[in-house]
Every structure is written in structure tokens, then in C-alpha cells.
């Protein structure tokens, strides 16, 4: 992707200096989000978030009084979490941040399970992610968490987009999943596929094999599903921008919440993540049970599905929290650009990002490396 002189630029060339002697950093407070933004509202998708919880909320009526079989709460349940991780292990680490990869049958599999989620197709998934790492909590991120609560979690979502986001996001190289068929054919196709996966079989599955009454499918193992998975994906927008512990960059809005990971299966590290948004974990701590991502990803690249997956030295964390953390990691700055925005210390969307540094090519680990 070809670089003009931005202040994302000038930030790279400035990084190898400002370690050596980051004691002379002199840092800014943030800027707020420029109040010039107005909103114009998409009501075609205020109305459909308005019939989407109405019926949610029916749907969980149906489910506390017993009127819905337990297979097909069982079958919600695990339906929602294959649309999960096809949206955290596919989407997220895979295609936005290419923190490990994976043979064809893999991909396929996530991009099947990502579809079944309904969050827009990969293609525009990765793009609008890459910017909200690029340009974290400023005009151009998507989900802007300095506008509060509401909009980074769902609100984002019933208005027009700022000029900033599309601009920006036309800078984002996108040419790798460009050359991936997968993802190509997945666009193409979306429309299509999309709502056979994410309603018309999760509601005829329960009718067919155990006699479940149509309309309480609908209701429960289709709606209701699809809307609280939905809202456990937005928490990380929302909740791991406002709450929690700063361990890594006390200087970005991003947090660590234990909760957030638990519900989007290993998301909520979110502190660590925009550090190193090329770690294949997406954390530095906690196990399966708050990570069933990372699960995921190992178990493939024991079967040779996944390989080639980074993660980050022991000592390359040590030294980005003596540098820039809030204090609260066991072990135990960033800047106003004459653009107006606060951009955390060289942020980048992931690995093979022209922002890289050699520092953090140098001390990433990389396991299952591909054989020929």
C-alpha cells in the first residue's frame, strides 16, 4: 500500500528514536471526538433493531416459562457460539489481522460459521476493523467509544457513517483478501447464503428433528439467538473501550475485561490486543475457558489446518508495560499529531502492516511454522 507523508507515517519513523529514550516523550491529553459529527439516522436499521429485541425479548419469555424444548435451547446455545468464533477466530485474527494462517478447508469452515453470524460479509468486516485499529477512537473509527456507551455498542450502527471512516478506510490495504477466492466468493454471494444460515436453518433444524413448534423456533433458536450473539461481539466495542485495566498502553481507550472475553470467547483483552493486534491469542493471559478462540485456532494447527502462528515474546511484553502500562500488570506517552487526532504509539491492524516496526518482527514468536 503506498504511503504518503501522514502523521501515521511520521509516528513510524519517530518509534525506533522514542525507544531509546522515551523518558524525554512528552505526552498530550486526547482530543475529544470532533462535535461537528451529525448524526443522520438509517431508520430501515432502528426499525429492525427495534423488531430484533421485541422478539428477543419474546423469545426469552418463551425460555423461562418452559414453553421451548431443551434440545432447542441446547441447539441455540451451540449454534451461537460456531457463529462466534467464525466472527473471533475467522474475521478477527484470521482475515483483519493475519496473526496466523490457514490451509483451505479451515478457511471455509470459518467463513461458513462467519456467515452464519450476520455481521456483514468478511470482505467489509476486516475493512472496517482495520480502520478502528488504524485510527482508534477518532472520527475515522467506525465505532468511535469516546461518543459513549451507546454508540460504540449498537448505535454506530443506526446512523450514517462519518466522511472519516470512509476516507480512511480507503488507505486500508485490502489486497490480501482480495487474492483469497474464500472471501471473494463469500461477497458475491452473501445476500444469498447469509439468511439461510443465520435464520432459515437454525428455525427448521428444532422443527424438523425433535417436533419443535415453528413460530418458538423462530423466536428463540433463530431471533434471540442472533441478538444476544450480536450483543456479546458489540460488548467488545463498548465495554472493553470504557471498563477494565489499561495493563500494556494506559494512553489508548482500549481495556482488559475479564467479563468481555468470557462472553465473546477470548475478545476482551482488549488492552493487550490493540498493543499487539498481531498475536494470534489476542491476550497475554487467561486460559481456554476465557479464551475458546485460542482453543479453536491450537486445536487446527495440531491437525495441520492453522499454521504459522504468532504470538508475542515474553520480554517484548515486559518492556511495552515498564513503558506505557497503567501500573496494574504484574511486571510492574502517546500523542496529539498536528492532524487533531489521538493515535496510540504506532498503531498498526495487524501483521504484515506497512507501520510494522523491525523491533516487533524481531521479537514475535511464531508457532506451527509451515513446512514445505
Known sequence: MAMSSTPLLMANTMLSSKLQDHEDIRYAE????????????????????????VAAIYGLYLMFTFKVKF??????????????????????????????KARWPLRLFLALMQTMAFQNHIYEWVRDHRVHHKFTETDADPHNAKRGFFFSHIGWLMVRKHKDVFEKGATVDMSDLEQDPIVMFQKKT?????????FVIPAWIPVHF???????????AAITRYTIALHFTWLVNSAA???????????IG???????AICAFGEGWHNYHHV??????????????????????????KHGYAYDLKTVSAEMIRKRVNRTGDGSHRWTKAKVDEDGHFHPENPVWGWEDTDMTEEEKQFAEIAHRKTE
Open 71 to 100: 434440545y432447542t435451547i441446547l441447539f441455540g446455545a451451540l449454534f451461537a457460539m460456531m457463529s462466534g468464533l467464525g466472527v473471533t477466530a475467522g474475521a478477527h485474527r484470521l482475515w483483519a489481522h493475519r496473526s496466523y
Open 276 to 301: 499487539f493486534p498481531w498475536d494470534y491469542k489476542a491476550a497475554e493471559l487467561g486460559d481456554y475457558s476465557t479464551n475458546l478462540s485460542t482453543a479453536l485456532i491450537d486445536f487446527a494447527a
Open 190 to 198: 452473501y445476500l444469498v447464503v447469509m439468511p439461510i444460515l443465520c
Open 30 to 53: 486526547p482530543r475529544k471526538p470532533n462535535r461537528d459529527y451529525e448524526w443522520q439516522v438509517v431508520w430501515r436499521n432502528v426499525l429492525a433493531f427495534v423488531y430484533l429485541h
Open 254 to 260: 482500549a481495556t482488559d475485561n475479564k467479563m468481555v
Open 210 to 220: 425433535w417436533g419443535e413448534n415453528p413460530w418458538t423456533s423462530w423466536y428463540t
Open 241 to 251: 473501550h470504557i471498563w477494565g485495566n489499561r495493563p500494556y498502553d494506559k494512553n
